[in-house]
């Protein structure tokens, strides 16, 4: 799986564009690679109405913590099924330091997508300053406790991990093949320690700074199962080749 984080980038008529340049060149990639794009909630709509049928998939970057209700400003889980986004990203790294989401706030938002058939792509990664200090285990670990590991195995099964160090998203600084490969070895294994054999089958994403000159050799370590790109994923060229290297 290759997914695309747009953050607050592109109006609704640059969104089209991007997806437009995605669907025509759809046909070059290898069978097997899904395609997720998740751009601002304004285009969810007329993306997943144009892409129908493409073969892309529509994601959305959030989703409220409540199910329906005075919630001004927020947009459910079910809303976003509603247009026929099938992924959310929740707990993105920004969301974490912007908007203060802590273990309480992301349990519950995973809890909403699961009940409405939306796929959460659950992120985690370490700051800086946390694998200086060789704490990176640690956080990763305390991450998937709080949230991941109380699901039920029925839900587990449902849910994409992407791993994303903090200081590599955005930065230019990627993790190299062995250090992501050595965490995501680390979160299967987690995972396997509480759902068994259930974690062979979940989908561990890498993301931070992935561009097309290292996404090949990341997506050729065991136990990474796609990526997820942000600032690469702007440029149909790039999100491509990212995608062709899987
Ligand atoms: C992201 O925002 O999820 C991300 C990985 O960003 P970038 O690829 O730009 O580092």
């Given at each position: 799986?290759?997914?695309?984080?747009?953050?607050?980038n592109?109006?609704?008529?640059?969104?089209?564009?991007?997806?437009?340049?995605?669907?025509?060149?759809?046909?070059?990639?290898?069978?097997?690679?899904?395609?997720v794009v998740?751009?601002?909630?304004?285009?969810?709509?007329?993306?997943?109405?144009?892409?129908?049928?493409?073969?892309?998939?529509?994601?959305?970057?959030?989703?409220a913590?409540?199910?329906?209700g005075?919630y001004?400003?927020?947009?459910?889980?079910?809303?976003?099924?509603?247009?026929?986004?099938?992924?959310?990203?929740?707990?993105?790294?920004?969301?974490?330091?912007?908007?203060?989401?802590?273990?309480?706030?992301?349990?519950?938002?995973?809890?909403?997508?699961?009940?409405?058939?939306?796929?959460?792509?659950f992120?985690?990664g370490?700051?800086l300053r946390?694998?200086?200090?060789?704490?990176?285990?640690?956080?990763?670990?305390?991450?998937?406790?709080?949230?991941?590991?109380?699901?039920?195995?029925?839900?587990?099964?449902?849910?994409?991990?992407?791993?994303?160090?903090?200081?590599?998203?955005?930065?230019?600084?990627?993790?190299?093949?062995?250090?992501?490969?050595?965490?995501?070895?680390?979160?299967?294994?987690?995972?396997?320690?509480?759902?068994?054999?259930?974690?062979?089958?979940?989908?561990?994403?890498?993301?931070?700074?992935?561009?097309?000159?290292?996404?090949?050799?990341?997506?050729?370590?065991?136990?990474?199962?796609?990526?997820?790109?942000?600032?690469?994923?702007?440029?149909?060229?790039?999100?491509?080749?990212?995608?062709?290297?899987?």
């Open positions: 799986m290759v997914a695309g984080n747009w953050k607050m592109t109006t609704v008529a640059q969104g089209l564009a991007l997806s437009q340049a995605l669907m025509e060149r759809i046909s070059e990639l290898p069978q097997g690679v899904t395609l998740a751009p601002p909630f304004t285009h969810l709509f007329p993306l997943g109405k144009q892409m129908e049928g493409s073969g892309i998939e529509v994601g959305a970057q959030n989703c913590a409540n199910q329906e005075a001004t400003g927020e947009v459910s889980a079910e809303m976003l099924a509603s247009v026929g986004c099938t992924y959310v990203i929740i707990g993105h790294s920004e969301r974490r330091t912007y908007y203060g989401e802590d273990d309480g706030v992301l349990t519950k938002k995973l809890t909403q997508a699961l009940r409405a058939g939306v796929t959460p792509i992120c985690i370490e700051q946390e694998r200086e200090s060789e704490r990176h285990f640690e956080v990763i670990h305390a991450q998937l406790k709080e949230v991941i590991l109380t699901l039920n195995p029925s839900d587990f099964a449902k849910v994409v991990i992407a791993y994303e160090p903090v200081w590599a998203i955005g930065t230019g600084k990627t993790a190299t093949a062995e250090q992501a490969q050595e965490i995501h070895a680390f979160i299967r294994k987690t995972l396997a320690g509480t759902f068994g054999a259930l974690a062979v089958q979940t989908p561990i994403l890498y993301g931070g700074s992935c561009k097309p000159s290292n996404a090949a050799e990341l997506f050729a370590q065991a136990d990474i199962d796609g990526g997820l790109i942000g600032g690469a994923s702007l440029q149909a060229e790039d999100f491509l080749a990212i995608a062709k290297a899987f």
